[in-house]
């Protein structure tokens, strides 16, 4: 339980540091440099895309997107586009999973420690401090969200919990939203289920459905670090949850379809299949809900924050 305790008080001030780094960097006069770059959606969602590949955390880029907007960094729309890429890049954590992040981790707690000390002498290394040792803080409470969760007694009770669940639709989905808002990362929920699929402990649609309704949970994230922001950057969090709430409804009711797609497009191992049922959900969602976005944009200018 202390585990889970240290990665919410982590998670809390993570969240704080962050979004005073971004605070100080606007007054500090960076939104111009910001404005200067070309912000188009291609560019915003391989932004998404590759960082998420790279930090292994939806969670935590969605965190930095709403800081961002709440700064006046980015306009909502784009910020969604990096956020539909993060939704992509999400998956790749998935298909990667025995990587680690501990060393990236400690590298960051390194650098916001150097970038501190030399704030003494120069007030510029004071915002990327704060900013390094946020990113530092939220890393280190989905680490520690993680040693609780694999811990043998929890391990377990998630399990059999999850076992139960075969065949039962509404309550995998449910329960994959619910385990990670609580958990704050789709990847460890991800991951069990495809352990399951690696011992034959699971049914596939049950496994899929738990890892869209995990997908939704990720959403969560986005809607605590919005509490504090402006009306703007609520907004981007609503429209996150509401864009996996709306991928979460297709699913629901073309599942059969979705099901079949997964079983002729993937190997005859169980857990690849629930690996690539993730990555598959995700562009699809991306594909169907992108004409709502191109309609959308032709009444804005989103290339650059205003």
């Known amino acids: 339980m202390s585990d889970f305790i240290l990665a919410i008080f982590l998670l809390f001030f ?31 969602m391989l932004i998404g895309f590759i960082l998420t590949t790279i930090l292994q955390s939806s969670s935590l880029l969605a965190v930095m997107a709403i800081n961002l907007v709440n700064a006046g960094f980015l306009s909502a729309l784009i910020a969604f586009y990096i956020l539909l890429g993060a939704n992509l890049g999400t998956t790749m954590t998935v298909q990667f999973i025995s ?8 590298i960051l707690l390194i650098l916001a420690i150097v970038a501190l000390i030399l704030s003494k002498k120069h007030k510029n290394f004071l915002i990327s401090g704060i900013i390094l040792l946020s990113l530092f803080l939220i890393l280190a409470a989905f680490r520690s969200f993680g040693n609780f969760f694999y811990r043998a007694d929890i391990n377990l009770f998630l399990q059999s919990v999850l076992k139960r669940l075969d065949g039962e639709l509404i309550p995998a989905l449910f329960t994959g939203f619910l385990t990670t808002s609580i958990f704050q990362s789709s990847s460890l929920i991800s991951s069990l289920v495809v352990s399951l699929g690696k011992a034959n402990l699971i049914e596939l649609i049950t496994g899929i459905a738990i890892i869209v309704g995990s997908n939704l949970g990720t959403s969560i994230t986005a809607i605590l670090a919005s509490i504090n922001g402006n009306k703007v950057a609520k ?43 993730h990555f598959y959900f995700n562009i699809f969602n991306i594909i169907l809900f992108l004409p ?15």
Do not use: C, W
Not at 15 to 30: I, M
Not at 99 to 106: A, G, Q, S, V, Y
Not at 245 to 250: E, H, Q, S, V, W
Not at 259 to 268: A, G
């Open 235 to 277: 907004n981007l969090a609503l429209a996150d949850f509401m864009f996996n709430l709306y991928g979460l409804i297709i699913f629901y009711f073309s599942k059969d379809l979705f099901y079949k797609f997964v079983l002729i497009f993937s190997s005859d191992h169980l857990h690849r299949q629930l690996a690539m049922s």
């Open 14 to 44: 993570g969240f704080k540091f962050n979004q005073l780094g971004f605070e100080l960097a606007r007054a500090s006069g960076l939104k111009k440099y910001i404005a200067k770059i070309n912000f188009n959606p291609r560019k915003a």
């Open 99 to 106: 990587l680690t992040t501990d060393k990236f981790i400690i």
């Open 292 to 306: 709502v976005l191109i309609i959308y944009s032709k009444y804005r200018r989103v290339n650059k924050v205003e």
